[in-house]
Structures are given as structure tokens and as C-alpha cells.
């Protein structure tokens, strides 16, 4: 069974920018994937940042990018700010069923 | 304004069930389709199950085939999750989403289950 991959942890300097990657166990992320990305802080529900590949969902700033860099799905955070300090989670389509699945989450600290 | 409002959830024992709904509004509820995400305490997020707008069609994780029954009525804008021989590791907050391009564009606050063993 192909697992989604996410780091488990990344920091980035205030101020700074960071890539942050979701690929497979096996093989390569494709647009054909929708890879779509999320924001979580403690105690809250997720919140939509990015949806077919690189399409921001309403109100995220664009400071929030998303692509497929090499054979990866990516999200780039520019100009990091205090409160990106959360967990970031990806979902993959996987070809079949309603919906994707979920990586395993990027614990996101910013110094 | 879309909502998602989950409701249902609390302390069971195991081997218990359980029935979780979400009132949804803001958007056209028949035609979308819509699922149930949860998330163990400290854990990450796990899809659990899904149905479609259009004629019901139905998927769920492997760790609750067999076990739960997502379900939806139409007219009262409602999404259900019937949970049924609940076991200690389905203790989570799960929360219902709006489908969107195979990802979640909507989701509501959550609701806590404890199953107690």
C-alpha cells in the first residue's frame, strides 16, 4: 500500500521562506494526484490553504503557494510569520474512492 | 456563509455505538459531496469515509469497513456517521468536511468521541 510522505518537522527563520514536500512511498506526485494542503493549530479544525495542486482557497494570502517541485507535491510559505507555526498536512489522490489520503503531517516551528 | 456543525459525540464504551450528524448551510448540500475526518488525540488527520452528491455512493477507510455507515438526508441538510462495535482506538475528534477536487474545502469544529475500554 503506497504511503503519502511528509517531514515530520521543519523550521524556518521569521521573516524567511520554506518548502515543504508531500510525496509517495512509491513513486511520483503528479497534478493528477490534486495534491491540496492544510492548516492545523492545537485544539482547532483544519483550515483549507490549497486545493488542485496550486489553487489557493478563498481568503489565504499569497504568501502560500502550492506546486509539484521534482517529484513531489510542494507548499512554500514566504515571508514566515509567528502565527505559521502549526501543523501542515497534504492529501493525495490516489485514483480511486471519493477521497485522498492524508500524509502524516510537518510540525512547522518558526525561530 | 457555509457551516458544518457536527453533533453527536461523547463517552461510549467499547463494543458501544454511536450516531454523528452535521447540520450543514450555505451551500447546495444535495449535489456535494461530503465526509467524515478524525483525528486520534496527538495524532494526525485520517479520512474515515465519504458519499457523493449525486447518488449516494459510498467509501470508507479499511480500519472502519464493515463498522460504521455514513449516510445523508437531503432534506434536512444533514450528514450522519452510524458507528457501530466501537473500539478504543476510534477515540477522536471528528469532524465533517466539505468535499472539493478530492481534498476538503469546508470543515466544521468537530466533535469528541471517547471510547472507554
Known amino acids: 500500500q503506497t504511503v503519502v510522505t511528509q517531514e515530520p518537522s521543519f523550521s524556518v527563520s521569521l521573516g524567511g521562506t520554506v518548502t515543504l514536500t508531500c510525496g509517495l512511498s512509491s513513486g511520483s506526485v503528479s497534478t493528477t494526484y490534486f495534491p491540496s494542503w492544510y492548516q492545523q493549530t492545537p485544539g482547532q479544525a483544519p483550515r483549507t490553504l490549497i486545493y488542485?495542486?496550486?489553487i489557493r482557497s478563498s481568503g489565504v494570502p499569497d504568501r502560500f503557494s502550492g506546486s509539484i517541485l521534482g517529484n513531489k507535491a510542494a507548499l512554500t510559505i514566504t515571508g514566515a510569520q509567528a502565527d505559521d507555526e502549526c501543523d501542515y498536512y497534504c492529501v493525495l489522490y490516489m485514483g480511486s474512492g471519493l477521497s485522498g489520503v492524508f500524509g502524516g503531517g510537518t510540525k512547522l516551528t518558526v525561530v | 456563509e457555509v457551516q458544518l456543525l457536527e453533533s453527536g459525540g461523547g463517552l461510549v464504551q467499547r463494543g458501544g455505538s454511536l450516531r454523528l450528524s452535521c447540520a450543514a448551510s450555505?451551500?447546495?448540500?444535495?449535489?456535494?459531496?461530503m465526509s467524515w475526518v478524525r483525528q486520534a488525540p496527538g495524532k494526525g488527520l485520517e479520512w474515515v469515509s465519504s458519499?457523493?452528491?449525486?447518488?449516494?455512493?459510498?467509501d470508507y477507510a479499511d480500519t472502519v469497513k464493515g463498522r460504521f455507515t455514513i449516510s445523508r438526508d437531503s432534506f434536512k441538510n444533514t450528514l450522519y456517521l452510524q458507528m457501530n462495535s466501537l473500539r478504543a482506538d476510534d477515540t477522536a475528534v471528528y469532524y465533517c468536511?466539505?468535499?472539493?477536487?478530492?481534498?476538503?474545502?469546508?470543515w466544521g469544529r468537530g466533535t469528541l468521541v471517547t471510547v472507554s475500554s
Open positions: 450555505g451551500f447546495t448540500f444535495s449535489s456535494s459531496d
Open positions: 458519499i457523493s452528491g449525486g447518488d449516494g455512493t459510498t
Open positions: 468536511a466539505k468535499n472539493w477536487w478530492y481534498g476538503f474545502e469546508y
Open positions: 488542485k495542486t496550486n
